[in-house]
């Protein structure tokens, strides 16, 4: 089963699997994922806003959780990392412009 994330504020849209990480799909869509640890769920820096969907999601581990509070994440976001899709959702995050060139 496919799901569909919409990534704002460009629009740019792209399909993954059931179970994706969120974070490969985004940058599987072009887009700069914050990432100091290579997505091995240490560094915390993955933090992205899921603006619609976020609670279908499965809620945050307490990996999650700590790693964010050690870095000061803001606690709305979730670590891209940790996010495995399981519906569609629409995601944003403070750096993306509005002009990416789809690729
Ligand atoms: S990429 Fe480092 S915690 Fe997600």
Redesign the pocket.
């Known amino acids: 089963m496919e799901h569909r994330i919409r990534f704002l504020p460009s629009g740019r849209e792209r399909s993954c699997e059931d179970g994706a990480s969120l ?1 490969e799909t985004a940058r599987e869509a072009g887009l700069p ?14 933090g992205l806003e899921i603006v619609e969907g976020g609670d279908g999601l499965a809620p945050e581990s307490e990996r999650e959780r700590q ?1 964010k509070e050690r870095n000061r994440i803001d606690p709305r976001l979730r ?4 996010v495995l899709v399981n519906h569609d959702l629409v995601v944003t995050a403070p750096y993306w412009g509005t002009t990416e060139e789809v690729p």
């Open positions: 974070l994922v914050a990432s100091a640890c290579g997505a091995d769920r240490l560094c915390g820096r993955c790693l670590l891209a990392c940790f």
